[in-house]
């Protein structure tokens, strides 16, 4: 049983489109992260969010945690081609040693 | 090297090999993970050492899996007896403070294929 549900698991869309990845739980996290990871590479952090309800904008995309810390979203505004990848969340606990990370959503942005 | 460098890249075995999978974090950098990552999956944890400490093994799926890092800065994962569902890529990040309170870098993995 997956700790960290992302939906959905895989998108396409054109070139200058929008699209959300949602990351949800049932558990509480102390932070969740964002991460990006393209083939025969390692996940790349793109972000972290702490605070319930917490929003962090990144050039065009904009992260939300939820205000109870169980649940987090990933927003891409005029998605473009290089945004193409595997988005991957993960919680952490507080106090722990490990990242639990959501199945992945896998994002692919036609031109 | 300025990243978190991983050996080899590539690893095929035949069932029942023992495999050892190298990791050289960042210089300096206190922590180290190690996840796995099946094909379509997120990255699970196998474990971490704080140093040379192994703190945390809990995600090692069995005593067929063993990681060491003797010296607090290179790290080996060995599987003996390797099985088919084995078959992952196996992720090393290291982190340059203790725990979850920093920043990790990951690997590009190695990519082991149990035959």
């Known amino acids: 049983t997956q700790l960290l549900e992302q939906s959905p698991q895989f998108l396409s869309i054109q070139e200058g489109e929008n699209l959300t990845v949602y990351c949800n739980s049932s558990s509480v996290f102390s932070s969740l992260q964002w991460y990006r990871q393209e083939p025969g590479e390692g996940p790349v952090l793109l972000v972290t969010?702490?605070?319930?309800?917490e929003v962090k904008k990144l050039k065009r995309l904009t992260f939300q945690f939820g205000d109870a810390r169980k649940d987090s979203s990933l927003h891409i505004t005029a998605a473009q081609p290089g945004d193409t990848g595997l988005y991957l969340c993960a919680g952490a606990k507080a106090a722990g040693n490990k990242l639990t990370f959501g199945g992945g959503t896998r994002v692919l942005v036609k031109p | 090297g300025a990243g978190v460098s991983q050996s080899p890249r590539y690893k095929v075995a035949k069932r029942g090999q023992d495999v050892a999978l190298r990791c050289d974090p960042i210089s300096g950098h206190v922590s180290l993970f190690w996840y796995q990552q099946a094909l379509g999956q997120g990255p699970e944890f196998l474990t971490y050492f704080q140093n040379e400490a192994q703190l945390d093994k809990s995600g090692l799926p069995s005593d067929r899996f063993f990681a060491e890092r003797p010296e607090g800065s290179v790290s080996t994962l060995k599987i003996q007896r390797t099985q088919q569902e084995d078959s992952a890529v196996y992720l090393c990040a290291s982190s340059l403070v203790s725990g979850l309170n920093g920043r990790a870098f990951f690997g590009q993995g190695t990519r082991l294929t149990v035959v």
């Open positions: 969010v702490v605070t319930g309800g």
